[in-house]
Nanobody, 127 residues
Framework: QVQLVESGGGLVQAGGSLRLSCVVSGRTFSRYTMGWFRQAPGKEREFVAT????????DYADSVKGRFTISRDNAKNTMYLQMISLKPEDTAEYYC????????????????????WGQGTQVTVSS
């Protein structure tokens, strides 16, 4: 059974930083592109960042470019999202997800491209 567990969310003031982690089990992590998405209350789930199975390719939503950094450690089956210069508009539930197909990198990435999701971790940025 594939499981994804996020951690690292919390409450931070505007301008602050957080690092999210996502640990994956039940799938050969090193074969799959991973993604981060977020969903704010009353809004649709939106793409944040994606990273290819070997970490060689990655991409970000325009709203987070230059502030967020996605990375992965295949030896630890873990993906990260380093977030700096956080803004109140970054407030959302953040989800990690694993792509449906092995050795495939897709941009733009949509939620339908991913078949397993974590439970989410809340990020709240106060002004």
């Amino acid at each position: 059974q594939v499981q994804l567990v996020e951690s690292g969310g919390g409450l931070v003031q505007a301008g602050g930083s957080l690092r999210l982690s996502c640990v994956v089990s039940g799938r050969t992590f090193s074969r799959y592109t991973m993604g981060w998405f977020r969903q704010a209350p009353g809004k649709e789930r939106e793409f944040v960042a994606t990273i290819s199975w070997n970490g060689g390719r990655f991409d970000y939503a325009d709203s987070v470019k230059g502030r967020f950094t996605i990375s992965r450690d295949n030896a630890k089956n873990t993906m990260y999202l380093q977030m700096i210069s956080l803004k109140p508009e970054d407030t959302a539930e953040y989800y990690c997800a694993v792509m449906r197909w092995s050795f495939k990198y897709q941009r733009p990435a949509t939620p339908d491209d991913y078949d397993y999701w974590g439970q989410g971790t809340q990020v709240t940025v106060s002004s």
